[in-house]
């Protein structure tokens, strides 16, 4: 597994084991092999960008999930960064920087894919649901659209397919906006400090956009249910809750924090939320009907709103 110390990974980590599977865990840095070790995992170290390591592990692994994903420079090697910045600062890096994760992402799935060629073996790789079209109540037989927030990572989804006709059980794992629960380092977090900052809990018009969520629990228990049993060219929908309001969500930050909640155009947005403006403006709502009628699939977890309000989303000290 990539991503086995993450917030979803080491949900899906527990439910393996409580399953009774053995699971090994990539570790890029000796604090994450502690962590993993401790865990009760066997570590394989390595990073996304070293293709024979990812491809020799994958070959001796019964399955693969892969839910890493390079989010920052300190993850690429010194001649990625080389070719981001040629010795300076060039315009458009941002653009750049996206290319060059989508490059390693892409390597990491035909190193690991590959290496489980013709053997009928699961590999699982995450998506999320801002990369389909936005508005309406997109289902799993959706494909990615190029005009969505999350559309960078799409060819992720077209290599996947690719190798559930080569002998590979591949699958995709589409996930919310917010996969919620004790130690969320996402989406809703980086809104709550951002209302913190500006002292408004803001969104966008008339808040009326949707986000799909789930509870990462549930999402972990969606994961061993694919693996085990899941079809090859599969996409599954981890979405628990169809779509909520994101002047709902700005509402309960407004509340717990005792900060107005307003709304803003979109053009006040981009400088209040930055990066953030995109997924915080679009309609997000997503379906997973086939998935639970595919693989049995009931959430019974708490959904994001009363998480929210439960309040540990508004502590500085979180479970994990």
């Known amino acids: 597994m990539t991503g086995a110390n993450g917030f979803i990974g080491r949900a899906v980590v527990r439910e393996l084991q409580d399953a009774g599977h053995a699971v090994i865990g990539l570790a890029r840095s000796a604090e994450t092999a502690k962590s993993l070790t401790a865990a009760g995992l066997e570590v394989h170290q390595g990073a996304l960008t ?23 420079l300190g993850q690429l ?142 999402v972990a228990h969606l994961f061993r249910l694919a693996l085990e049993r899941g079809d090859a060219g599969a996409c599954y929908h981890g979405v628990a809750e169809d779509g909520i309001a994101f002047a709902d969500i700005a509402g309960i930050i407004a509340r717990k924090l005792g900060i107005p909640s307003q709304s803003l155009s979109k053009r006040a947005a981009q400088k209040r939320f930055s990066w953030l403006a995109p997924f915080c403006s679009v309609d997000n709502p997503a379906t997973s009907e086939m998935t639970r009628q595919a693989l049995d699939w009931a959430p019974t977890k708490v959904g994001l709103l009363a998480d929210m309000e439960a309040g540990a989303y508004f502590t500085s000290t979180r479970k994990t």
């Open 77 to 218: 090697d010194w001649l990625q960064r080389l070719r981001l910045f040629g010795g300076g600062l060039p315009t458009g890096i941002v653009a750049r920087f996206g290319a060059e994760i989508t490059r390693v992402d892409s390597r990491a799935i035909d190193a690991m894919a590959g290496a489980l060629k013709g053997s009928g073996r699961p590999f699982i790789a995450a998506f999320g649901t801002m990369g389909l079209a936005p508005g309406g109540g997109m289902t799993e037989a959706d494909l990615p659209d190029p005009r969505s927030p999350g559309a960078a990572r799409a060819v992720a989804e077209t290599m996947v397919h690719a190798w559930a006709d080569r002998g590979v059980r591949a699958m995709i794992m589409r996930l919310p906006p917010s996969v919620h629960g004790d130690g969320d380092k996402g989406l809703v977090p980086q809104i709550i400090k951002a209302a913190r900052k500006a002292g408004s809990a803001d969104y966008v018009g008339d808040g009326r956009n949707r986000w799909c969520a789930a509870h990462r629990d549930d």
């Open 50 to 72: 070293d293709i024979e390591s990812l491809a020799t592990a994958a070959s001796k692994a019964d399955g693969v999930i892969h839910l890493a994903f390079i989010h920052g």
